[in-house]
C-alpha cells in the first residue's frame, strides 16, 4: 500500500519556539520523490521542498530544515525560532510512477499554530 | 506569471445543479489534476489526466466527470451537484513525466452545495 501519514493533526506553539512536523511513508517502491507544501491562511497551496529516495542528505533552508530517514520511512520537517507568519497547515507528499501511474498522495495535513 | 488559473473562486449550487469548473495553465505542463480539500481528509485525488485527450480516475471519482480537449485546459464538471460535494477543489499541473516535478497548484475553488 502506498500512504503518507501524519500523525500530528494540529500543533500550537509560542513564538521562536522550534517545531518538528513528522511524516511517514509506506511504498515498495525503490525510486520515489516526497515532498512538502505549506498552505498559508489564503488557502493556496505553496512547493517547499522535494526529495529523491537515493537522496538522503538533510536539507536547511534559513529556518526550515528536513530530515529525511529511510530507515524509518519518515520525511520530518523542521522550523526553527518560528514565527507567527509560520502558521498553515502543512502537506507532506509522496510520489511514485510505477506502471505510469504519475499520482501523489497526500497527508492529511498538520495545521501549526504559531502564537505571538 | 498565472501559472495555474482556476475560475471560478467562490460558487453556490442547489442540489441537483450541474456546473464546470475550468483550470488553465500556460507553462505547456502534460500533466493535470483535480483534487478535492476537506477537513481532516487532506488531499484526495478526483481525476488526472497525463495529456491532451487523455483522462484516468483518482482516489474519488465518483460523480464527477473531466475533460482534456486542449493541453492547457482540463475541466471538471458536476452533472448534479450533491450536498457531499461541498468542498475545496484544487487545480494542480506538473511537466514532464520526471517524478522529481513538483506539483503546481491554482488557488482553488470553493463550492458550496446547499
Known amino acids: 500500500a502506498q500512504k503518507v501519514t501524519q500523525a500530528q493533526t494540529e500543533i500550537s506553539v509560542v513564538e521562536k519556539e522550534d517545531v518538528t512536523l513528522d511524516c511517514v511513508y509506506e511504498t515498495r517502491d525503490t525510486t520515489y520523490y516526497l515532498f512538502w507544501y505549506k498552505q498559508p491562511p489564503s488557502g493556496e497551496l505553496v512547493f517547499l521542498i522535494r526529495r529523491n529516495s537515493f537522496d538522503e542528505q538533510n536539507e536547511i533552508s534559513g529556518r526550515y530544515s528536513w530530515n529525511f530517514q529511510k530507515s524509518t520511512s519518515s520525511f520530518n520537517f523542521t522550523i526553527t525560532a518560528s514565527q507567527v507568519v509560520d502558521s498553515a497547515v502543512y502537506f507532506c507528499?509522496?510520489?511514485?510512477?510505477?506502471?505510469?501511474?504519475?499520482?501523489?498522495?497526500f497527508g492529511t495535513g498538520t495545521r501549526l499554530k504559531v502564537l505571538a | 506569471n498565472a501559472g495555474v488559473t482556476q475560475t471560478p473562486k467562490f460558487r453556490v449550487l442547489k442540489t441537483g445543479q450541474s456546473m464546470t469548473l475550468l483550470c488553465a495553465q500556460d507553462m505547456n505542463h502534460e500533466y493535470m489534476y483535480w483534487y478535492r480539500q476537506d477537513p481532516g481528509m487532506g488531499l484526495r485525488l478526483i481525476h488526472y489526466?497525463?495529456?491532451?485527450?487523455?483522462?484516468a480516475k483518482g482516489e474519488v471519482p465518483d460523480g464527477y466527470n473531466v475533460s482534456r480537449l486542449k493541453k492547457q485546459n482540463f475541466l471538471l464538471g458536476l452533472e448534479s451537484a450533491a450536498p457531499s460535494q461541498t468542498s475545496v477543489y484544487f487545480c494542480?499541473?506538473?511537466?514532464?513525466?520526471?517524478?522529481?516535478?513538483?506539483?503546481?497548484f491554482g488557488d482553488g475553488t470553493r463550492l458550496s452545495i446547499l
Open positions: 489526466s497525463v495529456g491532451e485527450g487523455t483522462t
Open positions: 507528499a509522496l510520489r511514485r510512477d510505477p506502471g505510469g501511474t504519475y499520482k501523489y498522495i
Open positions: 494542480a499541473s506538473n511537466k514532464g513525466r520526471s517524478i522529481n516535478q513538483p506539483q503546481h
